[in-house]
């Protein structure tokens, strides 16, 4: 009993664990246009973070300087996933660090089959899932893997390109309006293949303008304005405040 309480107090006296991903007071400039202007977050591992906000409030230049691609180019702050620090590395080293963008055009490459845009997208054979698994999980994909898979409707190009993340060592899963196009029923089984995703520990931030579904599957938000934070709490909260919601979501 007197150990537990010992270790109890301890516990709350320590530093919290610090966040598995965290963002800190990050800067990023198309040539001179200054775009993301001092962002800041953090999650948990496991978490869904929906990151939100109107039209050029630069969600996607906040996912893109996460995956360190060179535009927009980052001047100041740190990137940290799970110990190692993302802002001192090239788009292919965070690649292999674990973090995986699914752009909102999807770069489904052309001329290639579904499984060879799945084996090209392996760093290195051990990486991630195997093709295995992944049509166990993808049962649409198994049945078109010799189609060319720019020819896939717009919902399996969509489950293409979360599984060449998947193929890969994946540790923070950037999708970038996944949901852009698609139907309803193809909006519910891309929920239920992100779901199983985060039952496995991965971690996910997602941008959508159906900011309703986003926050439906996201434990936490973030609201961007103008390149700047303008709100971070719970996906209840927003969802639970009309005011927020009219100002920077417009729903
Ligand atoms: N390659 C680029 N060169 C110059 N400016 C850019 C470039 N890409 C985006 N921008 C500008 O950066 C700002 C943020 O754009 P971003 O694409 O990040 O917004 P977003 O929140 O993703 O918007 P949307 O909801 O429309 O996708 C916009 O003003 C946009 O015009
Ligand atoms: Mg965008």
Not at 29 to 53: F, H, K, M, N, P
Not at 192 to 200: D, P, T
Not at 202 to 230: H, P, S, W
Request: no cysteine.
């Amino acid at each position: 009993m007197e150990n537990t309480i010992l270790s109890n107090s301890h516990a709350v006296s320590a530093d919290p664990a610090p966040p598995y991903f965290s963002i800190q007071d990050v800067h990023a400039y198309y040539g001179e246009s200054y775009i993301v202007q001092g962002v800041s977050l953090d999650i948990r591992q496991g978490e869904i973070l929906a990151l939100l906000g109107r039209n050029g409030a630069g969600k996607s230049s906040t996912l893109r300087t996460i995956a360190r691609l060179d535009k927009p180019q980052m001047r100041e702050g740190e990137i940290w996933l799970d110990g190692q620090p993302i802002h001192r590395m090239r788009s292919f080293e965070a690649a292999r660090a674990g973090i995986q963008l699914v752009p909102e055009d999807r770069r489904i490459i052309a001329g290639l089959t579904v499984e060879e845009n799945l084996t090209l997208a392996k760093v290195a054979p051990g990486d991630g899932w195997s093709l295995e698994r992944i049509y166990e999980s993808f049962p649409r994909l198994a049945e078109r893997r010799r189609q060319e898979g720019v020819t896939l409707s717009g919902g399996e190009q969509q489950m293409l390109a979360i599984a060449r993340a998947l193929a890969r060592d994946l540790k923070l899963l950037l999708l970038d309006e996944p949901y852009e196009g698609l139907a309803p029923v193809i909006v519910q089984e891309i929920e239920r293949i992100l779901h199983s995703i985060k039952s496995l520990g991965i971690t996910t931030i997602i941008v959508e303008q159906n900011a309703v579904a986003a926050l439906k599957l996201a434990d936490r938000a973030v609201i961007l304005d103008t390149g700047e934070v303008a709100f971070t709490g719970t996906a209840k909260e927003v969802l639970d405040n009309a005011e927020l919601r009219h100002e920077y979501l417009a729903i």
